[in-house]
Antibody, heavy 124, light 113 residues
Framework: QLQLQESGPGLVKPSETLSLTCTVS??????????WGWVRRPPGKGLEWIGS???????YYNPSLKSRVAISVDTSKNQFSLNLSSVIAADTAVYYC????????????????WGQGSLVTVSS | DIVMTQSPDSLAVSLGERATINCKSS????????????LAWYQRKPGQPPKLLIY???TRESGVPDRFSGSGSGTDFTLTISSLQAEDVAVYSC?????????FGGGTKVEIK
């Protein structure tokens, strides 16, 4: 059974970089047809897609965050990571990693497996 | 960006009664070449991650009870819980995957009356 688990600091200072890692178990991140993504949920708000990637290196980012976001993959560890730079208080959220199943004509799809989520607070 | 607007923000339904949640997209998410609506529904319970319920607007994910159903096309969609159970108390969100950025609705909180 596929499992995803986020890990990283729960507290980040303003202007610093938020770094999270998602470890995938029960399946290979290098399975060709799947993409992997990050989604966040600020307190009291709805879900926001941050970005997604394919193990081959293709990445797709939300334009609202693109200048500050980098998502990368380490296939040897079956992990993918999120870096969000120059954080502010509004970046406080629960951060989820998740998997996109394949569709026939586009990488864009729903999320069928999710990590438990990692609360990251931005505060000095 | 495609804006997803859900209504109502919250609703209280008696056990065994029907719950109806609406989701409206700011532009059509129907892809004409395959006649598919690029819309999914999720359930999120407190302290848990979202759980996929429905994709392609009406295809139920494996293991999801058949009291959950999705309908609609183009810009207007509905998630229906035909007979509300206590374990269905949660926040329900829609998501479009027709365009990037992928976007979600603000969520509808379902409670027991």
């Amino acid at each position: 059974q596929l499992q995803l688990q986020e890990s990283g600091p729960g507290l980040v200072k303003p202007s610093e970089t938020l770094s999270l890692t998602c470890t995938v178990s029960g399946g290979s991140i290098s399975t060709s047809s799947y993409h992997w993504g990050w989604v966040r949920r600020p307190p009291g708000k709805g879900l926001e897609w941050i970005g997604s990637l394919h193990y081959s290196g293709s990445t797709y980012y939300n334009p609202s965050l693109k200048s500050r976001v980098a998502i990368s993959v380490d296939t040897s560890k079956n992990q993918f990571s999120l870096n969000l730079s120059s954080v502010i208080a509004a970046d406080t959220a629960v951060y989820y990693c998740a998997r996109h199943p394949p569709t026939r004509n586009t990488w864009q799809s729903w999320f069928d497996s999710w990590g438990q989520g990692s609360l990251v607070t931005v505060s000095s | 960006d495609i804006v997803m607007t859900q209504s109502p923000d919250s609703l209280a339904v008696s056990l065994g009664e029907r719950a109806t949640i609406n989701c409206k997209s700011s532009q059509s998410v129907l892809y004409s070449s395959n006649n598919k609506n690029y819309l999914a529904w999720y359930q999120r319970k407190p302290g848990q991650p979202p759980k996929l319920l429905i994709y392609w607007a009406s295809t139920r994910e494996s293991g999801v009870p058949d009291r959950f159903s999705g309908s609609g096309s183009g810009t207007d969609f509905t998630l229906t819980i035909s007979s509300l159970q206590a374990e269905d108390v949660a926040v329900y969100s829609c998501q479009q995957y027709y365009n990037t950025p992928l976007t979600f609705g603000g969520g509808t909180k379902v409670e027991i009356k």
